[in-house]
């Protein structure tokens, strides 16, 4: 009885862990219709700056280039991180997952940087529709990194009290997925927001 | 001291008119004798481990069907109100503020907050038990969408007594909308009651996007599956990839308004049109988002009723797909007349009348499944056939409406109010109506009270055509739609007095229902038989009524596409089971993994409702502290590792048994 | 069976009614067109209304047939199959069916949008006039460029003559609709949309803004005053001599909220038309204007009227 009982739970688990792998998966198509929609905003009102300054003037491609690299980069230790999860390597998963969110935070700093820089330079998100949607845009993925590192340092906690389980595991799959994914997000923001404008 | 407290009262709360007057004071009365009760009966621990924290989909179910009832009363009540205000020229019973206010809660009331929760009732309480699971995907998620539905609703009707309603428009298209245009809060209460029961409908449907994917007894395949569960599915696709476009949206409007943004400003180059744009690329998959599910319904109540099987499953299947493909091609035809040109109304003109393709051939194959069937006439097959004719004459004016150059002579009339409430009321509220009747024992284990619900029937049909035959002329006549009064010299009040009057027929059929239920609850038998119309063909009608709560004592092994149905032929005929049914039925009980209850959701919920309290009034400490209550309680989520238990067998055969003598 | 019956028969009773009514009253606006737009308009409506019927008529008959035919009864004759599911036949024929009309409404529709496109000038053997439209919260603003008078909730219009109507809105999105003569077209800040109508009866049109602009958008309505040609004229001048001009002063008031009379004025304001429009454009802005189709003469118009 108890081993039937021992199995059915381990079955239920695993069901419930794919389950949530593949919710997951759908939820990422929302999110991509919600940038998919922040960026055709950004599209159609790029033109309208109302005789303010242009993104062309402001922006300084040199920093963005530096946390298009750091996003990147955090996006490549996060999958060390897989790779040592799936070898059992619990310190390695730890450390790679602290890197990841370590230079996910640098990115935002940087982010927050760029921002307070061109507030100073007297764009801000009312001054024109091009910078409405230009704050939204790129905000809105600073807001989902930012979410994702509180998230990742939660995961570091539970795999450093709890190990590596069905449970954590999933949690570490999904996390890498929505950081990579991120990633893709930013290069989309990188390419259309910022490379169309200095080119 | 007093003279401030004095002045942020006046404005915080809804001062001056009477009638509001009266309605804050039965609201509070309402809210001190419910406290009562529950305190009195000692009945608050009960409230809240049985139903608050509860993550079975049947009770949360049931709480959508109950909110959404009380909602259906609200925004009842605002169509009447519109509807004496219109019954004689230049009357002045509503004043032009109120009444602005009173069609723009109507309007979003009834979508969003009423016909949404009916929906998701519907889809919770039937979807796991019609595909044989023990519960959705992720019941967690599902405590969590409905109470943030209920935040939603409840942040959105609070604005009735503090701070004062919105009065844009359902849609509250900008620049209108915009802080120049409407400088009060009831806009932002607009934003933020939508945008949060917004990200409940979201998770929602991917929620049941997952069950019926992943969750279907073993042998159900996609093309076994009942039609209703096929419609949510079309429904919450649609859900999936509308849904995120109005978060956007509403997000950028608040922007607008809350920090100063320019998208949808007439200065700094922002630009209103796109406001347009975006709202109807959810608004239309939106109104979709609810019908669907009323043909899914309407396809299991005229198979039963017919006893036989649908006509053309495979045709409902695509055609339920293909319009919810389609759904997402034909958001320019609600703005014809903004001067896009030719090529782009000509283009949205063909893609909303291919809709009309589909649609037509579900109305083909309802017929054909009645046609050689056997009929029996009860309240939820009535409602079946009255949406029959109903509904081809709304998609018969939806596609006079499609005829771009003919629409700019119908847009914004009362042609086009008559049209989607046409639809919306005859495809819509007819098919969850039919549904709840349907399904009424099912949830609750007796039936309602026919009688009562022929006269309910009769008054919302008459009153329906009473109500709104007349307004397609009025809409001829040139009637604008929210108008709040018109000159003698338009001839317009006759007709205006009869709709008025099909407007409290439908207001009598409400008492009716209301009527009807509690009659039924105090003196319908209860009948424990599973299958309670005795010809019900799929699944939930195997299991007793209403379900034990981890629904299947045992995971049914499906092999055909009415699988109950087919059963009973066999034992009719005397036929065996085929093996594998037989060892599904008789396998030994086994413990049933099962969600435990959480107090999360709803404290998540609270503090978004606190956030957006807090946005509301630009009260940055208030929006902090929910905000970070949000987070708080994510983690909460996180790190809580004991969120599941096993019931024994042993109990699960107890409450079997005792099923199986409540049922003889 | 009877359900059915009774819903159908209220149901024709009533649309029954409505067309009866229809015919015999001049009040269905949309159907007692004064002008070839509303005219053509009127006939589209009635094709649609012919497919359509010819499909739904058909569609009631059946659903009457089979429900009283296969109701449940004893010692019914009717035949009964359960599994009777699935006929290709039948089924390619109720695919067909609305394909094929929805064809037939397509090419009609496609052809009428491009022949109604409201920007598009009417064939006449006349020049048409021009008449400038404000909408402002909550009365319509009418200018002339042409006579140089201006009104307000109320516009005069020589017969037979077409009539090229430039909208805008001061702020709020609003509608303009005369339903004896045409469709309506949105009003909208920062851009001139172009809405060609004729008028080929004398007489006094309702027109009304309809779309929902705030408090007080139900006394947007206005008056649209065909006369003849001369009659016009003598209008024209009428107005240039006994009433006051339009001033920078009465135009801020105009832009406040509230309601109007009905009022004329012997001049405006030079460019007053294009000043709204452009109040919250910035010179040598890409504005949403820009995005806006605009035909050439349009662009001749603003260019003129603006520099």
């Given amino acids: ?102 230079l996910g935070l640098s990115f935002i700093y940087l982010e927050v940087n760029e921002f307070i820089h061109l507030v100073h330079e007297g764009a801000n998100i009312g001054t024109s529709a091009y910078w409405s949607a230009f704050f939204t845009l790129v905000g809105t993925h600073g807001l989902h990194v930012s979410i994702g590192i509180v998230w990742m340092t939660a995961i570091i906690f539970q795999i450093a009290r709890r190990g590596i389980t069905p449970v954590t595991k999933r949690k570490v799959n999904i996390i890498s997925l929505y950081w990579h994914f991120l990633d893709a997000v930013w290069i989309f923001v990188f390419s259309i927001v910022y490379l169309m404008e200095v080119m | 001291m007093f003279e401030t407290i004095k002045e942020f009262a006046s404005e ?18 309402a809210m001190v004798a419910i406290v009562f009760v529950l305190t009195y009966f000692k009945k608050w621990r009960w409230l809240w481990s049985e139903w608050l924290t509860s993550v079975d989909h049947k009770k949360i179910g049931i709480m959508y069907i109950i909110c959404s009832i009380l909602m259906l009363f609200r925004g009842g009540v605002d169509a009447l109100l519109m509807r004496v205000q219109l019954a004689a020229p230049e009357l002045e019973f509503l004043h032009a503020d109120h009444y602005n206010q009173i069609f723009t809660t109507h309007g979003v009331i009834m979508i969003l907050f009423m016909a949404m929760p009916l929906m998701f009732g519907l889809f919770n309480i039937i979807v796991p038990l019609q595909i044989g699971a023990r519960d959705v995907a992720f019941p967690f998620l599902n405590s969590f969408s409905f109470w943030m539905f209920f935040a939603g609703a409840m942040l959105f009707n609070l604005s009735f007594v503090i701070g004062g309603s919105p009065d844009a428009g359902w849609l509250a298209y900008p620049p209108l909308s915009e802080l120049t245009g409407s400088p009060g809060v009831g806009q932002d209460f607009y934003i933020w009651g939508i945008q949060i029961s917004g990200v409940g409908s979201l998770a929602s449907g991917i929620n049941f996007v997952v069950t019926i994917l992943k969750m279907r007894a073993p042998g159900m395949k996609l093309m076994k599956m009942p039609m209703f569960s096929w419609s949510v599915l079309a429904s919450s696709v649609t859900i999936m990839f509308a849904f995120p476009i109005l978060t956007v949206t509403l997000f950028l409007l608040f922007l607008d308004r809350y920090v100063g943004a320019h998208f949808f400003t007439v200065d700094a180059g922002g630009n209103p049109m796109m406001y347009l744009n975006l709202i109807w690329m959810w608004g239309h998959p939106e109104v979709y988002i609810v019908v669907l599910p009323a043909f899914g319904i309407f396809s299991e109540v005229v198979a039963t009723f017919s006893k036989k099987k649908i006509f053309g499953y495979k045709s409902m299947v695509f055609a339920l797909m293909s319009i919810s493909f389609f759904s997402f091609f034909t958001w320019a035809h609600h703005f014809f007349t903004m001067g896009s040109g030719a090529n782009v109304n000509a283009f949205f003109a063909v893609t909303t009348m291919i809709i009309a393709i589909p649609t037509g051939v579900k109305v083909f194959n309802w017929l054909f499944t009645m046609y050689r069937g056997k009929l029996s006439f009860p309240t939820p097959m009535m409602w079946a056939v009255a949406f029959i004719p109903c509904f081809v004459v709304g998609g018969m004016t939806g596609v006079m409406l499609s005829v771009a150059p003919a629409d700019f002579q119908f847009h914004n009339s009362y042609f086009l109010i008559a049209h989607f409430h046409q639809v919306l009321i005859g495809g819509v509220v007819f098919g969850y109506f039919a549904g709840l009747y349907y399904w009424w024992p099912k949830m609750f284990g ?73 009659h039924s609850i105090r003196f319908m038998k209860k009948e424990n038989t599973g299958d309670n119309w005795g010809q019900g063909r799929t699944l939930e009608w195997s299991i007793p009524s209403p379900a034990p709560f981890y629904n299947f004592a045992r995971t049914p092994k499906v092999v055909a596409q009415d699988d109950w149905w087919e059963k009973q032929q066999r034992r009719e005929r005397g036929e065996a089971d085929p093996a594998e049914v037989i060892a599904a039925d008789n396998a030994p009980l086994e413990p049933i993994h099962m969600p435990k209850n959480s107090g999360i959701p709803i404290i998540m919920s609270g503090f978004w409702f606190i956030a957006g309290f807090g946005f509301v009034w630009d009260w940055t400490w208030m929006v902090v502290l929910g905000l970070v209550g949000v987070a708080v309680s994510m983690l909460a989520r996180s790190f809580n590792y004991n969120d599941d238990y096993y019931v024994q067998a042993d109990e699960i055969e107890r409450i079997e048994a005792a099923a199986a003598r409540g049922a003889n | 069976m009877r359900p059915v019956f009774r819903k159908l028969s209220a149901m024709l009773s009533v649309t029954l009614l409505l067309i009866l009514t229809g015919c015999s009253n001049e009040k269905y606006l949309v159907l007692d067109p004064k002008g070839p737009i509303a005219s053509a308009q009127k006939d589209l409506i009635l094709i649609t209304v012919a497919i359509c019927t010819a499909i739904a008529i058909p569609v009631f008959i059946i659903t009457a047939v089979i429900v009283w035919r296969y109701r449940e009864r004893p010692n019914s004759k009717a035949s009964y199959k359960p599994n009777w599911e699935h006929s290709t036949k039948l089924e390619l024929t109720w695919w067909g069916i609305p394909i094929i009309a929805i064809i037939i409404l397509a090419i009609v529709t496609v052809n009428y949008t491009y022949k109604l496109e409201p920007s598009t000038a009417i064939q006449s053997d006349k020049e048409p006039i021009e008449i400038q439209v404000t909408s402002l919260d909550w009365k319509w603003l009418f200018t002339y460029p042409e006579q140089g008078v201006a009104t307000i909730n109320y516009v005069q219009m020589p017969v037979d003559t077409p009539v090229r109507f430039k909208l805008t809105s001061d702020m709020a999105m609003n509608s303009f609709w005369i339903p004896s003569l045409g469709g309506q077209l949105y009003t909208m800040s920062g851009m001139a949309m172009t809405l060609h109508l004729l008028a080929d009866e004398e007489g006094s049109y309702y027109g009304s803004g309809a779309n929902f602009t705030g408090e007080h958008f139900a006394q947007m309505t206005f008056t649209a005053n065909v006369t003849s040609q001369e009659e016009f004229d003598a209008w024209v001048k009428d107005v240039k001599s006994t009433e006051a001009a339009l001033t920078e002063e009465d135009v801020v008031k105009l832009k406040e909220k509230g309601t109007h009379e009905v009022a004329q004025f012997s001049s405006f304001p030079d460019n007053v038309f294009y000043d709204i429009m452009m109040q919250y454009v910035e010179e040598g802005e890409k504005g949403a204007h820009a995005h806006h189709v605009t035909t050439s003469e349009d662009a001749e118009a603003s260019e003129h009227q603006h520099h």
């Fill in chain 2, 12 to 29: 915080f709360f809804v001062t001056g008119d009477p009638m509001i007057l009266g309605a804050q004071v039965s609201i509070a009365l």
């Fill in chain 2, 446 to 518: 007796f039936k309602l009270h026919e009688g009562l619900g022929k006269w309910a029937f009769w008054f919302w049909n008459i009153g329906f055509y009473v109500c709104f035959m007349p307004q397609y002329a009025l809409g001829l006549m040139g009637m604008t739609r929210r108008f709040n009064e018109y000159n003698f010299d338009m001839g317009w009040q006759p007709l205006n007095v009869v709709s008025t009057i099909g407007a409290f027929l439908m207001g009598i059929a409400f008492i009716f229902q209301v009527w009807q239920i509690a």
């Fill in chain 1, 1 to 102: 009885m108890s081993q039937a009982n021992a199995h059915s739970h381990d079955h239920g688990h695993h069901d419930q862990e794919s389950l949530k792998q593949f919710g997951f998966w759908l939820f990422m198509i929302t999110d991509v219709i919600l940038f998919a929609t922040l960026f055709a905003t950004f599209v159609v009102l790029r033109g309208n700056t109302a005789s303010g300054p242009i993104g062309a003037e402001l922006i300084e491609m040199n920093g963005i280039i530096v946390s298009t690299f750091i996003l990147l980069t955090s996006s490549f230790t996060s999958g060390l991180a897989l790779l040592s999860m799936n070898k059992g390597d619990k310190k390695g998963l730890i450390l790679w997952l602290a890197v990841s969110a370590l």
